[in-house]
């Protein structure tokens, strides 16, 4: 394993989320940090880096989640501290749209479509292509402004994640999701898929 940890931010983890992103772990031979899940984020960023330490091998899959709220609740504080730690590698995040008004938003590098199509507009929670005249892809969910405030190499938006009216269903694979974290591995120039590790 390289000498930082190299890890992958999501922000969502309510159960569906959870459960969808353990399954693209597995399938793809990466790590996930289960205790991240919840909805808020159940443990505070120190605790998430104690646990990245523990881990076999990278790189790491980490939710983070406030609950529909606008304000910088326990997903953001946490993703911060993780996103800032001098022993963590972001490689990318997944920012995921919610309907929570009042917020900045993040300019995501892409966006995937409920039908799978990488575009440079922005979507909603539903993985619905949002076309305005705007030149940056602007992802508004209640786990995404904090993302302004840290280095993250490369975000790709996406709708509601094992939502989007089926689309990204575990039963289907959770294809949006799964393609938004190998769109980051790819950038990052990482090798990955299944291990005989334990």
Do not use: W
């Not at 992103?21 to 505070?44: H, K, M, Q, Y």
């Not at 508004?140 to 709708?159: M, Q, R, S």
């Amino acid at each position: 394993m390289s000498e930082k940890i190299r890890v992958i931010l999501i922000t969502d983890g309510d159960r569906v989320a959870q459960h969808v992103v353990e399954d693209i772990a597995i399938s793809l031979g990466l790590r996930c940090i289960s205790a991240s899940g919840g909805n808020p984020t159940p443990i505070s960023g120190k605790e998430i880096v104690k646990l990245l330490k523990t881990v076999h091998h990278d790189p790491v899959l980490v939710m983070f989640d406030d609950r529909g709220s606008r304000h910088k609740g326990n997903g953001e504080v946490a993703m911060e501290y993780v996103a800032s730690h001098p022993d963590i590698e972001v490689l990318g995040a997944v920012a995921v749209a919610s309907n929570t008004t009042g917020i900045a938003g993040i300019a995501a590098d892409e966006c995937i479509t409920s039908s799978g199509d990488i575009v440079n507009h922005s979507v909603d929670k539903n993985g619905v292509c949002k076309k305005s005249h705007e030149k940056k892809s602007i992802i508004t969910g209640d786990t995404v402004d904090v993302l302004n405030h840290v280095d993250i190499p490369f975000i790709v938006g996406v709708g509601d994640i094992g939502k989007m009216d089926r689309a990204d269903d575990i039963g289907r694979g959770a294809p949006i999701t799964r393609k938004a974290i190998e769109e980051i591995l790819k950038r990052s120039g990482i090798e990955y898929g299944r291990t005989t590790e334990n």
